[in-house]
């Protein structure tokens, strides 16, 4: 069983930057892929980012491209998902996600796990 917690959430301008950290609990989160999902107001949950067990590869979804960024330190049982240039559209409540195994997933029905997630605001 795999516990994530979320937090770093918050209002910022557009433009600005947050860091959203994601803390795992078991003495196993150095073989699960990590990932994060967002809900914006009125849609279903899209797909943000994945990281490999091992930080080697990362996937993103086309519109946080060049602006954000996930990492992952196997020593403190955490990611990240460094969000830069944010704006209105980036509003949204992020969830952790994780799974066991090779493969870097991109749908909802993947992943095992889930935070309770994170509120993110970015006012214009």
């Known amino acids: 069983q795999v516990q994530l917690v979320e937090s770093g959430g918050g209002l910022v301008q557009a433009g600005g930057s947050l860091r959203l950290s994601c803390a795992a609990s078991?003495?196993?989160?150095?073989?699960?892929?990590m990932g994060w999902f967002r809900r914006a107001p009125g849609k279903e949950r899209e797909f943000v980012a994945v990281?490999?067990?091992?930080?080697?590869?990362?996937y993103y979804t086309d519109s946080v491209k060049g602006r954000f960024t996930i990492s992952r330190d196997n020593a403190k049982n955490t990611v990240y998902l460094q969000m830069n240039s944010l704006k209105p559209e980036d509003t949204a409540v992020y969830y952790c996600v994780s799974r066991r195994g090779i493969g870097l997933y991109t749908t909802t029905r993947d992943y095992d796990y889930w935070g309770q997630g994170t509120q993110v605001t970015v006012s214009s």
């Open positions: 078991g003495r196993t989160f150095s073989s699960y892929n």
């Open positions: 990281i490999s067990w091992s930080g080697g590869s990362t």
